[in-house]
């Protein structure tokens, strides 16, 4: 049987599937929702007896991840198929995030680079990169300064699981699954 639990009518649930808790959102991501799902991430946290230190880290990502949402995606229509979704559920030995938002085609081949080049680097070289842009502090016309990327994998410690599905001739679907382990 499932169990489901809402906090944020229309925001967000915490559910059971397959005997995984997972608190989800899915809809528009404003700075009010983002708030509200943040906080619900904390009480998820505790219902799901998460250690102090992985709550944090879970709580750095998400942020990161639901400012990504919200400053970079393309979504104007509410299509069902399109609307951008945050998530979070417990594993074994992970707890996992998957997210996703439309973007635009001519983003998406320079998003692929990045997130191919900064899964590849070593624990030191994201380090070294993160303090040089943070030294640099440029800030892109969408108010970032290219550290969100950066930020998730340094906490994650793993690669990030990402994939594109067109939606359409100018826009993907991009989805983003992070891994951090518990231990």
């Known amino acids: 049987m499932h169990k489901i639990k809402i906090y944020f009518i229309y925001l967000s649930t915490i559910h059971m599937i397959n005997e995984k808790e997972i608190l989800s959102y899915k809809g528009s991501f404003s700075a009010i929702s983002i708030d509200r799902v943040l906080k619900e991430l904390e009480i998820w946290s505790k219902e799901v007896q998460l250690t102090i230190s992985l709550a944090k880290k879970i709580?750095?990502?998400?942020?990161?991840?639901?400012?990504?949402?919200?400053?970079?995606?393309?979504?104007?229509?509410f299509e069902f198929d399109t609307e951008s979704f945050f998530e979070v559920y417990s594993e074994t030995e992970d707890v996992v995030i998957e997210c996703g938002n439309p973007v635009l085609n001519n983003e998406r081949d320079q998003l692929h680079q990045r997130i191919d080049l900064l899964n590849s680097m070593e624990n030191e070289e994201l380090k070294?990169?993160?303090?040089?842009?943070?030294?640099?502090?440029?800030?892109?016309?969408?108010?970032?300064?290219?550290l969100g990327l950066i930020t998730i994998i340094k906490a994650a410690r793993k690669e990030i699981i990402y994939n594109f599905k067109p939606i359409n001739e100018s826009s993907s679907m991009f989805t983003m699954k992070i891994r951090i382990p518990k231990i």
């Open 128 to 146: 070294k990169l993160y303090i040089n842009k943070v030294l640099k502090a440029d800030i892109s016309e969408k108010g970032g300064a290219g």
């Open 59 to 77: 709580y750095v990502i998400a942020v990161e991840v639901l400012t990504n949402i919200h400053n970079h995606s393309t979504q104007k229509a």
